[in-house]
């Protein structure tokens, strides 16, 4: 007899379903660039924290005092990586989103006041660079709470999108929606396209976000040595995708980081990847609040916005 395989899991989508809609000036491809700001909210023994981070371009762990090495190696990221990156994205006009760590924002603030004068959206990734799959409700309630609090002081408004870092919690979209102001987030990784899903009974958005057309893969052998690397694959993944939209709506998303895709040998793989991308007619560079609200339009759930 066979065991009973009941499970809650969608392994069907959309099953060729898609909804009749088309992306904003008939675009064929809406593509979200999410730029991760994550430097001062990873683990410190020096910021307080109970450990330090060990997850960087290799894996080491110092434990009982500072990593200055590590710390160090994530100050790169607002010291050279962001600045190479804005001025990229201005130089080709590609609003994006902002996935901030709620503490990285409260050590560098003027970052989140740049990336607001570009036109970035600012979203929330956290009050620290941490899983929330074992936290306690209490625990993630007061996480998402800070992290609210922290982007509202620096960046003017509150974020409308959330993405935790790796694993969320049974718990963590019922706390988003309990604290107010969310209408998407971006914690799985399982379509091309944002979808509905029930969350104790009230519908809430999903878009997904990227591991493999995301910079992290220059790190812990993801495959990614040279910047081209990550231009040829990203071109890849662009091409099927634009090809797919003429037909049907597709979304694209390219996770950046400021320590990784910032270095001066890799920033020339996003430098090509945006020149191909901005050489085609019909493609959205999208925020992912725009994609969002443009979604909701289109199916009829506007109501979903509201008070939200």
């Not at 009749?20 to 023994?45: C, K, Q, Y």
């Not at 591991?211 to 992290?216: A, V, Y």
């Not at 231009?231 to 990784?260: K, N």
């Amino acid at each position: 007899m066979l065991p009973d395989t009941t499970t809650d899991r969608d392994f069907r989508g959309y099953g060729g379903n898609v909804p009749a809609m088309r992306w904003p000036n008939d675009a064929r491809l809406a593509v979200n660039l999410v730029i991760n700001v994550e430097e001062g909210g990873e683990l410190s023994i020096g910021q307080g924290d109970e450990k330090n981070e060990s997850i960087y371009e290799v894996v080491e762990e110092i434990p009982g005092v500072r990593d200055l090495c590590m710390e160090s190696h994530f100050e790169y990221g607002t010291r050279a990586g962001w600045p190479r990156i804005r001025l990229l994205l201005q130089t080709y006009g590609a609003h994006g989103t902002v996935n901030a760590i709620g503490r990285s924002l409260m050590i560098s603030p003027w970052l989140a006041q740049q990336a607001v004068a570009d036109g970035h959206e600012i979203a929330a990734h956290g009050w620290r660079w941490e899983r929330h799959a074992n936290m306690t409700v209490d625990e993630e309630r007061l996480a998402i709470a800070r992290t609210v609090e922290a982007i509202t002081r620096t960046a003017g408004s509150p974020p409308r999108g959330w993405h935790t870092r790796s694993a969320t919690s049974p718990n963590t979209r019922r706390l988003l929606i309990e604290q107010g102001g969310f209408f998407y987030d971006s914690n799985a990784y399982n379509d091309d396209l944002p979808y509905l899903v029930d969350v104790a009974g009230q519908d809430h958005l999903i878009l997904p976000y990227s591991f493999d057309t995301n910079d992290m893969r220059f790190t812990r052998g993801g495959g990614f040595v040279f910047g081209d690397d990550f231009a040829r694959y990203c071109i890849d993944a662009f091409d099927r995708l634009y090809a797919e939209g003429a037909s049907a709506p597709r979304m694209m998303t390219v996770g950046l980081h400021l320590r990784i895709i910032g270095k001066p040998g890799r920033i020339g793989g996003l430098e090509r990847f945006l020149a191909h991308a901005a050489s085609k007619p019909g493609v959205w560079f999208a925020r992912r609040d725009e994609i969002a609200r443009h979604w909701l339009n289109a199916i009829g759930r506007e109501d979903l916005l509201a008070g939200r």
